[in-house]
């Protein structure tokens, strides 16, 4: 089993971002726009995307891509929002796995709408998002065994991506539902 390490940043400035990441040999993908539904169980606002989750917790997505892919996601978190066990596969029809979660009293609690473009640098997935209501960041993540140590891989991120004119002040670290369920809390 594999589990997925991130950081994500706040970009200043995501085209100038881009080009040093191509000089540096990252190709990306065309833009891909994104469409996240997130949801929670019963009730259960108190997990995530509320930003109160502890480890183990569950996030369960459907994402529609570029309006002809779909993709479940599942994401169990380990030490943090940045930090998930996660299983994803796709599906052929988005509608039909809507109305199973909600048979299985998992209710759609918000939505996350994004322009991503995917690229890989050496062992590194780099994405640069464009986000409704929030900006602009980049993430970076690697796929670890699931008992590598987060502190000593997010450490590793960091060193990776400083040579960009980021560091650990430009961290987020709660995720894209989070920060929109908090931002429609105001």
Known sequence: MYREIEIKLKAKDLNTLEIKLKDAGC?????INQYDVIYSEGENSGVRPSGKAKEGHLAIRIRRENENIAKLTLKQQKSGEMDNLEYETKVDDAEAVHRILEALKWKPQLEVKKIRK????????????RVDG?????E???MVEEN???QEVRKELFEIIKPF???EPDEETRGYDTLIYQLNQK
């Open 27 to 31: 190709v990306f993908s065309e833009p």
């Open 134 to 138: 929030l900006g602009e960041y980049i």
């Open 140 to 142: 970076i993540e690697k």
């Open 118 to 129: 995917k690229g890989m640098l050496g062992e590194y997935e780099i994405c640069l998002d």
């Open 165 to 167: 004119g980021l560091s």
């Open 148 to 150: 590598a140590n987060p």
